[in-house]
Nanobody, 122 residues
């Protein structure tokens, strides 16, 4: 079992930056692929970014590539999503998730946080 708690969501103006954090507890953190997903009102949850257990491989959704950066600190059991050049389309609840597979589908992630709200005003 892995417990995940996100933090850092806020209201920010378009063009601004925000840093989301996810604290994990439970089983060995470095064994898990960590991902960030988001869900906007009326839309399905979508993949944002993922990072492999040792932190050496990452991937991003096309919509955030070049603006968002995912990283992890296995010593502190945390994963971070640095979000730059935010725009109103980034408004959503952001979720941290853990998986034993290298996938981008929600169904492949067994553990989820409660989510943190990011709102970008125009």
């Amino acid at each position: 079992q892995v417990q995940l708690v996100e933090s850092g969501g806020a209201l920010v103006q378009a063009g601004g930056s925000l840093r989301l954090s996810c604290a994990a507890s439970g089983r060995t953190f470095s064994n898990y692929v960590m991902g960030w997903f988001r869900q906007a009102p009326g839309k399905e949850r979508e993949f944002v970014a993922r990072i492999i257990g040792n932190g050496q491989v990452v991937s991003y959704a096309d919509s955030v590539k070049g603006r968002f950066t995912i990283s992890r600190d296995n010593a502190k059991n945390t994963v971070t999503l640095q979000m730059n050049r935010l725009n109103p389309e980034d408004t959503a609840v952001y979720y941290c998730a853990a998986s034993t597979a290298w996938g981008t589908q929600s169904s492949e992630f067994a553990y989820w946080g409660q989510g943190t709200q990011v709102t970008v005003s125009s």
